[in-house]
């Protein structure tokens, strides 16, 4: 029971991290590298929001996830599209631009384990025997409303089918009057505020340090590329897959091999199935 | 009409004596050979020289690593420009020839001039080996599987805690003089540099540049591609082995370090900030970048901000690097032409 309930706390964690991640690669087939630092970075964000600016929680919040979209889209618009459609000048670019964040923050002084955010709800209820916090349930709540937001984005408003027209085929959206490069850039800013949603949901339960940046970064990762690099359904089942794996082998192995178990899985897709487990690329475009 | 104003256009020519040079007639002036010899022969006696002019133990010890992360980066530039196959884990081979380096001086006591070697062509081996089931992948999916391998090795000696687990490796032997380490390592880089320039104009180079434009027609023509590509990737992992092998011996010690990130970044940055694709420009790369980050250690992280910084600037709006720039200022001149 502990390791069903714990598994899906931890699925769903994996799936809010590897949603922004994966929206973005879908719709401008851009690998954000940057992915990870946007996480941290807005979880700093609403640090200062709340302690410096002096700022009421929601406020913050809001105020870190419009300023972080902000960020992503400038990023994009500033550097990004330059090397568009270029793949590995975009994994190096962006990789570049999260390192330079990451690094920028440790040395502004952001760094140790005194940097937290509070709960929304402090407390805990027991389920079936095992106590679990309110922050952790709201985490599961949050993470599937999103989920049904984001469905209902994409095939409900102009844009969110504007996006998903650019996904599928970019030159016959630009022939429909869809203009891809403001499309990226929109997209961008929805997966920089899909990261920003996730850390503050998720930052609560721990302290705020830089180098959950590249961690975040690897789990996104592993999450696209086992459920099929693009396909956000495939992006959620395989957070589920790699979230009950992680929890099973901390039960069975020890904490140690959290992260092995995602490199692995990262390793054993692309060996294997590089396509993924929902793909809907043709096999033949990345296997010779 | 004539009030508009003239408008110009830039116009690049090859200069004479650029394309008198290109044939066996180059050898019957001096002028000739000259053009040709300057370039190479600053770079060897620049390099050879360096180690006689450096003050002090510090900057030679940075000499050393800047000849560590020629050779990655010079790997890293044979994979992607004239294999198609990019890889983002220096590290990677980096980590599996300094422990392997560390194993063979630790456990058998080989002297290290026998260890460097014997870990490279080892190291080759093995990550060739490991790296075999991924070689058909290419483009974003092989950069991801190669960044992901050292991540993975490194947590697995780590979690398994074998190979002396989070403490690393002690009491490896150093070279046994300071002059000899560093003319090793420059010795090294210049032959592969010069080794690497004439393969890549074989008949194999012809066939893997050939797997990079269009694999398909090398398919085509009835060759196995992916017994071309681990051949690649054996010469490149073995490279790398040595880098590492030879880094194991400069710190006298092999740590889960040996699988950090900045082995995979630092010559990727070199590549890209000396120019791709002409293998003397990664090791340009590195002798600008390596010491600028190390007169940047009292900025502590600063540094790591400073060189993303300039690598962004230049992959993103100077992607031609330095040395193919140089490259055009001397075998071409400008001019401005009306139209």
Redesign the interface.
């Known amino acids: 029971m502990e390791i069903l309930i714990y598994g899906t706390i931890n699925s769903v964690a994996l799936a809010l991290y590897a949603l922004g991640f994966a929206l973005v690669y879908g719709i401008s087939r851009l690998?954000n590298f940057a992915h990870g630092a946007l996480y941290v970075l807005s979880g700093f964000i609403t640090w200062s929001a709340l302690n410096t600016l002096k700022l009421n929680y929601l406020l913050s919040i809001i105020l870190a996830m419009v300023v972080t979209a902000l960020i992503g889209a400038v990023i994009y618009r500033l550097?990004l599209i330059?090397?568009r459609g270029m793949?590995?000048?975009e994994?190096?670019?962006s990789?570049?631009?999260g390192?330079?964040i990451l690094?920028?923050l440790?040395?502004g002084g952001f760094k140790g384990m005194t940097y937290t955010l509070p709960p929304f709800i402090e407390g805990s209820a027991s389920i079936a025997g095992i106590s679990v916090d309110y922050q952790r349930i709201s985490v599961i709540g949050i993470g599937a409303a999103l989920v049904a937001v984001l469905w209902l984005f994409t095939h409900h408003t102009r844009i969110g089918l504007a996006l998903r027209g650019m996904a599928q085929d970019e030159r016959a959206a630009l022939m429909l009057g869809i203009d891809s490069d403001v499309m990226a850039v929109v997209a961008m800013a929805v997966g920089s505020m899909l990261a920003a949603l996730a850390a503050i949901l998720l930052l609560p339960l721990g302290n705020i340090v830089v180098e959950s940046g590249y961690n975040v970064l690897?789990l996104a990762?592993a999450v696209c590329?086992v459920g099929g690099l693009g396909s956000w359904i495939g992006a959620v089942l395989a957070a589920f897959l790699i979230g009950f794996a992680q929890i099973l082998t901390v039960v069975y192995l020890?904490a140690?091999?959290q992260?092995?178990v995602a490199?692995?899985a990262?390793?054993l897709t692309?060996?294997l199935k590089?396509s993924g487990l929902f793909g809907r690329q043709k096999e033949l475009e990345?296997?010779? | 009409m004539s009030s508009e104003k003239q408008q110009q256009r830039r116009e690049r020519i090859d200069r004479g004596i650029k394309v008198r040079t290109g044939g066996i007639y180059a050898l019957m002036s001096w002028r000739e050979l000259v053009y040709l010899i300057s370039p190479r022969l600053l770079l060897i006696a620049g390099l050879l020289l360096l180690p006689l002019v450096m003050p002090g133990m510090y900057w030679k010890r940075v000499i050393s690593i800047v000849c560590i992360y020629a050779l990655l980066a010079l790997a890293f530039d044979f994979l992607?420009h004239f294999v198609g196959l990019?890889s983002?884990g220096g590290a990677f081979f980096v980590g599996v020839g300094g422990y392997l380096s560390a194993l063979l001086n630790t456990k058998m006591g080989l002297s290290p001039l026998v260890c460097v070697p014997g870990a490279a062509l080892m190291g080759g081996v093995i990550c060739t080996l490991m790296l075999m089931?991924?070689l058909?992948?290419?483009?974003?999916?092989f950069?991801?599987?190669t960044l992901?391998?050292p991540?993975?090795l490194a947590?697995?000696i780590?979690?398994l805690d074998i190979l002396g687990g989070t403490d690393g490796i002690m009491g490896i032997d150093s070279f046994p003089n300071p002059w000899l380490e560093q003319y090793f390592v420059i010795s090294v880089v210049l032959v592969f540099l010069f080794v690497l320039r004439r393969l890549v104009n074989t008949d194999l180079g012809l066939v893997l540049r050939a797997v990079k434009d269009n694999?398909?027609a090398v398919?085509a023509s009835a060759m196995n591609?992916t017994h071309y590509k681990a051949m690649a990737v054996f010469i490149a992992s073995s490279i790398g082995c040595l880098a590492g092998a030879c880094l194991v011996h400069i710190y006298m010690w092999a740590g889960i370090s040996t699988f950090a990130l900045d082995f995979s970044?630092l010559p990727?940055?070199a590549t890209?900030i000396g120019g791709s694709g002409t293998l003397v420009g990664p090791l340009i790369g590195c002798l600008i970048l390596v010491p600028v980050s190390e007169l940047l250690r009292d900025?502590?992280?600063?540094r790591?901000?400073f060189y993303?910084?300039i690598?962004?600037a230049f992959?993103?709006?100077r992607?031609e690097g330095l040395m193919i720039y140089g490259q055009r200022k001397y075998h071409q001149l400008e001019r401005w032409k009306a139209i």
Not at chain 2, 299 to 302: D, E, Y
């Open positions: 690998p550097f330059r090397v793949e590995i000048s994994i190096i670019a990789y570049a631009i390192l330079a690094e920028g440790r040395w690897i990762i590329i020890g140690h091999f992260m092995v490199l692995l990262i390793i692309l060996i590089p990345e296997r010779v | 992607a990019v983002l089931p991924c058909p992948l290419r483009g974003v999916y950069a991801i599987v992901m391998y991540l993975f947590r697995v780590e979690a694999d398909q398919k591609i970044v990727i940055a890209v900025f502590g992280t600063l790591i901000v993303s910084l690598l962004l992959i993103v709006f992607s």
